[in-house]
DNA sequence: GAAACCAAATCGTCATACTTTTAAGCGGGC
DNA sequence: GCCCGCTTAAAAGTATGACGATTTGGTTTC
């Protein structure tokens, strides 16, 4: 997942400071100094730089530098982008973003995923539906959670669409996101736990109506509790 | 929006070599063949190679050399695969992904537009609606895809939603290659005219029920016959 | 036959020199 | 005094040679 080597590790350095605010929209770099500040050649500093000017974050002029380019410009659908979000003082309208796309795609998802889901999709999607209503009622967070987001990617996955089944792993960075936020206070609802399995009976049932509407309530229930939590 | 320089005019050989098969996944290429096939030196290939390696479409390994990934590991939603994804081989499945994702994100856009739109975007998209309806009855196609591309841009935007604003480019890509796709043959529907004019108006009157319903139907259209040019 | 070792291939990094672009300062002409 | 063009220098862009690190795969040895 992670880029290698030394321009990853500047990238990890410079990719949060920037999406952090850090270092803000319109501030100029020099590649001299950002061998200097980080001790690496030439080489690697404008590998890194050229990392961040593929996600947008970063335009390089001669005779100018490095300047960070406005948000608006950044790919805000790039993984590496959205997780250095997370990390930083965007994480709330990170949330929201993403809140609100989970609202459009998951339902969607569903929908496809009881028509097109492989045989597998179908059991790993049961199978998981019974795992988290058990780590539900044992109150045990951690290993829910990992239901939690095996189950929206599954869903994701199953519904054979190439660019929703990449979303999966964004979703686990909200779901970790929004679990790490209200610091885990209270098992989860009972009524969210039905609307899971009511969603992987759904799909094995071949019922794209029944899953879509399940999945659409709870995502609006979640992103309705994210609004609560950030006011 | 290119990326600029020598390794940019590398990514525009590689990229879509890889993105349309030419270059199978599996295979291996070395820098040292790149450096002789393309007369450049090792800094630039490196340079591509970073840039391919951040969108997940190869991996480079000491002592192997750079490996073309699977499909399923690439950044879909980087604006320069899709690109390549729809110059190439790969363009059916790539508009059908799009198709699903426009189902997915633009009715719901549409419904955040109707509540969140500026002034501005309301008023432009009032006026695109109008020029919409000229250019068709002109039966001008090319206008007429710029103001369709516009209009649905605007929505996205004016849905203040910036995962979704960052979809225009793509949407606009996928309308751009469905014109051309059957060839520009007969002049837009009537019927979908008037639904981008409800479209507009009910965004512009804060109706967000039926800005969604309007664009939910544009699109399954679209979508659906989409999969009828396809078969 | 298995385990340890060795060697070659290839990427990774560094240092340095040279080239190209371009912002900005300078000066001359109007 | 203002504008235009020329010069200059600053920064990124490219090329190249040397060395380091790592991994694969064969070879040797027990």
Redesign the interface.
């Known amino acids: 997942m992670e880029?290698q080597g030394l321009?990853g590790r500047l990238l990890d350095e410079l990719g949060p400071a920037i999406a952090g605010g850090e270092i803000p929209v319109g501030a100029v770099l020099r590649s001299e100094e950002l061998e200097a500040r980080f001790g690496v050649s030439r080489?690697v500093v404008?590998?890194a730089v050229?990392?961040l000017?593929?996600?947008r974050m970063v335009a390089s002029r001669r005779r100018v530098g490095i300047t960070v380019q406005p948000?608006?410009d950044w790919?805000?659908?790039?993984?590496l982008v959205i997780r250095w979000r997370l990390a930083g003082a965007d994480r709330p309208?990170q949330l929201?973003?993403?809140g609100?796309?989970r609202?459009?795609?998951e339902?969607?998802?569903a929908a496809?995923a009881a028509v097109h889901a492989s045989d597998d999709h179908r059991r790993e999607l049961s199978s998981l539906a019974v795992e988290l209503t058990m780590s539900a009622r044992a109150a045990d967070l951690t290993t829910f959670l990992r239901h939690d987001i095996a189950f929206h990617a599954t869903v994701l996955k199953a519904?054979g669409?190439?660019?929703?089944?990449?979303l999966g792993d964004t979703v686990g960075a909200v779901l970790t996101g929004r679990t790490e936020y209200h610091l885990m206070p209270h098992q989860p609802e009972p009524y969210a736990i039905r609307l899971h399995r009511e969603v992987a009976e759904a799909i094995c049932a071949g019922d794209g109506e029944h899953a879509e509407q399940a999945m659409r309530t709870i995502v609006t229930g979640a992103l309705e509790e994210l609004n609560q939590q950030l006011g």
């Open positions: 880029i321009p080489t404008r590998e050229r990392i000017e593929g996600m948000k608006s790919d805000v659908f790039d993984p309208a929201r973003s993403l609100s796309l609202v459009a795609v339902p969607a998802a496809l519904s669409n190439e660019m929703f089944a990449h």
